[in-house]
Each structure stands twice: as structure tokens, then as C-alpha cells.
């Protein structure tokens, strides 16, 4: 089964054929789009070394720390799961790899991964993406890709991680709530949603063995995935677009800069002067106050400015 890196998505990755063995009735081929800290790093395809490091003290270096950075870690195991499925798995202090799989990592950030973690610092979403985030565009990629930075400190370790644990666990992003879970998600050709998972096993992680078991339903729901999921999927509207799908949507320079203005950058994205065009665009008499319902209002306006009503 091959992994790659998806074009347009953010910690996504295409997968090619079925998890399962066969392709879901009216679900077009190759265009699942996958989430999850394995498919937003090392374990989505990114052995390479990590040209995104930096300090938190000094601009971005991508040196030699960041070069050895990925190298310890290998492709993991990946096998095809239900919801139904029986998963032993804990990640707790105490257990020996304890906060390994927060280094060496390659973190894509979905937008509502932004809006949790910048509410939850108590800063603005503008200063949240100038201290916290790259912003890359690849060879391949309809969409930028917004990056969370790593410390350079020879392990390209999160910025948020400490000797306790995460520093944001309450507000961590989807991608580290469903680890070990890989969850991929597509538009039928009904236009309903169709969910498929896997479970990525990495050879540094102890937490297999832990006495802890319960279906993988039951872990996802107590990692608090259901509004993560919830903003995430209303993603798959611009990302999988039938034009984005064929490939006869190239965004221009302006367009690119929406996309990010627009999902990530909210504060600013309310005070922009052309904010009433927005508001006509989208049928709202004024813009809402709260983000949650402005991340929705800004995905269904990028829809209409990009590809039309």
C-alpha cells in the first residue's frame, strides 16, 4: 500500500487502492484523504531530514541537527482497523518511549488545530502563525501546508512537549489525539462521508504493551476526535473539489494567500476590508464572533471564491 503525500491537503496523504481490498461503491479512486500524526511526518513518507526545524530563540536553521533528526525512527507497521476492532494501547508517564513519538516529527496543522492551540495560549492567531507555524508550498500541492515549527535541539522535538508531557494536551491537534490511529476520510459519489482507518505501529513505541484494551471506536471518542473530525471534514469540500480531483484547478498567487488568510489566520481574516463581500458572498449579515462558526464561514466562502457558487 503506497502513502504519499496528498496534494492540497494538510496532514492528509492519498492512499492508493483500498484498505480493505476493494474500493467503496461511488467513491472515486485515489482521492482519500488521510489524518493523523502518522501521515503528517516521518511515518506519512518524511524520512527525509526535516528542512523545517528551528529555535525558538533564533530564526529557522534546518542545520545539521535537523538533519540527523529523522533518522532513528523508521516506516511503521500499518494495518487496515474497524471501528469495532480491538486496540491494547495506553500512552502514559512512566511508560519507557514516553514523549518519543512528540520528536522527529513532520506535524501538518488542519485549521482547527490553529484555532484550539492559539485560544489555548491566549495569544492571536496572526502572532500564533508568526511564532508557530511554516507555511510551505511543494512540488505537487494544490494548497499550501501550514507546518507546526520544531526546536532545534539535534531531535527536531514539538515545540510544545516537556519532561512531564505536552505542554497543550487539552488542545493538542487531531493529528496527536489519534495516535496510533490513522483515520482516512472521502466524499462518496452521493456526496456522504466514508471513513476508513488504520493503525500505524512504529518499533520505538512501548505503548502495545500496555494493559489497556478497548475498541478503537471507544479510543478515538475518548481522545475527544468528534469535533476535530467535525472541522476537518468540512475541509474535504475544497479538497476535494471535482476541479482540485481532475486537475484543472490552479489557484493563483491570491488564491493561495485566501486559503491561509482565510482558515488559519481568523482575526485578521474578520477585520479584512472586504469583509461585506464576504458577508454577500456567503449570505451573513456579519461576519460571526465566534471563531468555530468563522472557520465553517470561511471554507464555504473560499468554495464560492474559487470554484464558483
Known sequence: MLFRSASGCLSFCK?????HGEQPRNTPKDCWVWQGSALSGRMAGFSRPHPHTHRLDRPCTGGSHAMSATTSHTMPLMQPLRPETSLRFACRPGV??????????????????????????????????????????????????????????GRASCVFVRREGCSVYADRPAACRAYPVGRGASFRGDGSLS?????????H??????????SVAAYLEAQGLSEYNR?????????????????????????????????????????????AAIQMATRQEALPDRDEELLLLAIDWLVRDFFGP
Open 15 to 19: 492512499v492508493e487502492g483500498s484498505l
Open 96 to 153: 519507557i518511549c514516553f514523549n518519543e513519538c512528540c520528536r522527529e516529527l513532520d506535524l501538518a496543522l488542519f485549521p482547527y488545530d490553529v484555532l484550539r492551540l492559539r485560544r489555548a495560549l491566549g495569544i492571536s492567531s496572526g502572532e500564533f502563525m508568526k511564532k508557530y507555524v511554516l507555511v510551505t508550498q511543494e512540488d505537487g500541492q494544490v494548497f499550501p501546508i501550514c507546518r507546526l515549527s520544531m526546536v532545534d535541539d
Open 195 to 203: 471513513e476508513r482507518l488504520v493503525l500505524l505501529q512504529e518499533r
Open 205 to 214: 513505541c512501548h505503548g502495545f504493551a500496555e494493559n489497556c484494551e478497548r
Open 231 to 275: 472541522f476537518n471534514d468540512a475541509l474535504l469540500r475544497l479538497h476535494q473539489h471535482p476541479r482540485v480531483l481532475d486537475g484543472s484547478f490552479v489557484p493563483t498567487e491570491r488564491q493561495l494567500h485566501r486559503y491561509v488568510l482565510a482558515l488559519y489566520d481568523l482575526d485578521r481574516f474578520r477585520r479584512l476590508p472586504g469583509r
